[in-house]
């Protein structure tokens, strides 16, 4: 192993993981992380995983606005518009 | 209604010098924003015909992330604000309202402070806005009003934390834990024990999105705020940096903390570990 050329372990690819994701990786970096993962069924696991949390977090925004909030804000409104503000 | 003016940081995030920089957001879409579902965000607008009067259809154009922030959309938008249109209000609250409750919390300590944050912020907004010149994105210059607005109520608060004091002294900090991973022998550094299986039914269900929610919750406040801009706000990298004034690098090593934290939680939760 020490004489092949540099490649990355899995403990090292975990902390590549949000680099890769957010496109930032080196064109080298992203190839050997990339030849890893073409391997490593545990570290595509990993990979998917991550990418199911940021879906998962993404779905936290499905929420309304309450027909009281909305009220609260309109009189909001209404007052800044009648006192010109 | 009167105050938040008054406030020195209020009348700082209102001044033209700030929201210029922040002009040319939200353009370029991320690679997580692609493989996320589309946001419901949009969907609480009421009934046409309970918003007042109806007025150009070129600021509803806003609705849509893609075209969102055209000029010509934002500055019919702003007429109709100023007129004193409560449809254009309205629209405006119904995209905004529910991310800068979220946004609001990673400041003050409840959801009712974050409400009453809110609603100072939306009198900031509309104080202010003879002040906005467009140059700037409209949201942006909301949720710097908004941060600002919360982060005076933090401090008041004693909650709020400088971002720069959090985003250091825990370097070493590893996204896996190292004891999962071999330390002997030709696989060093590979799994030792790898990432434990996740069912199709898990994954689709509404627990991982509850447990997500939790991951995030129990972050460090600065991981938080990142997380919870980039990941459920769907912020770009570069609107983070501006909002929080972090580097990118540093954003990008609070992030991938964050991430890895949540992740790690939501495995340990369902918790079914596979062991070698």
Partial sequence: MTSAPPHLTCQHLVELVTEYLEGKLSHDDRSRLEQHLCFCDSCVKYLEQMRQVLRATGRLTEESIT??????????FRKWKAGGA | MEGP????????ALSPSLACPLGAMF???????????????????PPAKDRGPRFSEAWVELGSEAAGERAGATSALLEALRAGDESAFLHLVNRHQASMIRVATLYVGSRAAAEEVVQEAWVGVLKGLHLFEGRSSLKSWIFRILV?????????????????????????EAA????????????????????SEWSDDQVASAELVALAREGIEQLPPAQREVMTLRDVEGWEAHDVCELLEVSEANQRVLLHRARSKVRAYVEERLGKEVRP
């Fill in chain 1, 67 to 76: 027909p009281e909030a909305q009220e609260k804000l309109l009189d909001v």
């Fill in chain 2, 176 to 195: 896996v834990p190292a004891e999962r991973f071999q330390e002997h022998g030709v696989w060093t550094g590979h799994w030792s024990q790898p990432p």
């Fill in chain 2, 27 to 45: 353009t370029a879409a991320s690679l997580e924003r692609r493989t996320r579902p589309p946001s419901g965000r949009c969907s609480a607008q």
């Fill in chain 2, 5 to 12: 003016l008054h406030s020195p940081i209020l009348a700082l």
């Fill in chain 2, 148 to 172: 600002n607005t919360a982060k005076a109520r933090g401090i008041r608060e004693a909650r709020s934390v400088p971002l720069s004091s959090l985003a250091s002294g825990d370097e070493d």
